[in-house]
């Protein structure tokens, strides 16, 4: 068992207010996991710590195998953020652009690109059905297709993790089962590890492998098919903590 993020008593406060509490979390190599809770239950701030973006008060992180404060190959994990897809008309940069800025993270700023480099963003770009749009302004495209331009960014380093902080929010419904059709693909031909935070619970327990449930504490996790039969314990009889699985 491979593992690729764990996270063992991991507590996070803001301000007085207790966000994370003693969250034992692990996504195991070739897992698709969603990661459900009601709004304000900590989603995000679980996603920036394992993203190191925020620190916990205490606990420990670790991603593929590493501890997180010595963890260097940050062109392993892609990242969509919550706000990827907000873009005004104005914005002036084009797919190609767009995606080009998700190898700066493993080259460094100021590399000139090599031509393998722009094989790769090419690449990624047929990879999530946009390439007659490359030279387009991301701004003059629809909530789908500027999602999946972010998708293509995460995936130009070629990431074994790919992390996605709600990607179908305001994203019409025929977007919505391309993009899944897209980390299906993902996730069984290049094996990729997917973490999601999201909230179209139906949509997403017909795609993923396992549920994560939080509510400050994570109360069920586990395969997509036993969430299916516990929803009505975690969300009926609100928060009556189900058995962990990990
Ligand atoms: N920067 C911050 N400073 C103070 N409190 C914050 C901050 N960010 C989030 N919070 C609070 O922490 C709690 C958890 O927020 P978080 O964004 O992690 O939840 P979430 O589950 O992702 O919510 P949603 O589903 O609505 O996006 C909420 O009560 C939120 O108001």
Same mark, same amino acid.
């Given at each position: 068992m491979e593992m690729v993020i764990e996270c063992k008593n991991v507590n996070f406060h803001y301000e007085g207010n207790v966000v994370l509490e003693n969250i034992n979390f692990v996504v195991e190599k070739g897992d698709f996991v969603g990661l459900v809770g009601p709004n304000g239950s900590g989603k995000s701030t679980l996603l920036k710590i394992i993203l190191g973006l925020l620190k916990p008060d205490s606990g420990q992180v670790k991603l593929f195998n590493q501890p997180i404060s010595s963890f260097k190959e940050r062109y392993k994990i892609g990242y969509v953020s919550q706000k990827a897809n907000s873009f005004n008309s104005g914005f002036p940069a084009t797919v190609y652009e767009v995606v080009s800025m998700g190898l700066y993270g493993k080259l460094g700023l100021f590399t000139k690109l090599s031509r393998a480099d722009k094989e790769k $963003?090419? %690449?990624? @770009?047929?990879? *999530?059905? !946009? /390439?007659?749009?490359?030279?387009?302004? @991301?701004?003059? !495209?629809?909530?789908?297709?500027?999602?999946? /331009?972010? $998708?293509?960014?995460?995936?130009? /380093?070629?990431?074994?993790?790919? $992390?996605? #902080?709600?990607?179908?929010?305001?994203? #019409?419904?025929? /977007? *919505?089962?391309?993009?899944?059709?897209?980390?299906?693909? !993902?996730?069984?031909?290049?094996? &990729?590890?997917?973490? &999601?935070?999201? =909230? #179209? $619970?139906?949509? &997403? +327990? %017909? =795609?993923? +492998?396992?549920?994560?449930?939080?509510?400050k504490k994570i109360h069920f996790h586990g395969s997509s098919r036993d969430f299916g039969a516990s929803q009505k314990n975690i969300y009926g009889s609100h928060m009556h903590p189900v058995e962990q699985k990990d």
């Open positions: $963003i090419f %690449d990624a @770009i047929e990879q *999530v059905g !946009l /390439s007659e749009f490359t030279q387009r302004n @991301i701004g003059q !495209l629809s909530g789908g297709q500027q999602q999946r /331009s972010f $998708i293509a960014r995460a995936l130009v /380093s070629d990431p074994s993790l790919l $992390i996605l #902080d709600e990607p179908t929010v305001g994203v #019409d419904t025929e /977007s *919505v089962e391309r993009f899944y059709e897209l980390l299906g693909k !993902l996730h069984q031909e290049q094996n &990729m590890t997917l973490l &999601m935070v999201t =909230h #179209d $619970i139906g949509m &997403m +327990t %017909d =795609h993923v +492998t396992k549920v994560a449930y939080l509510n």
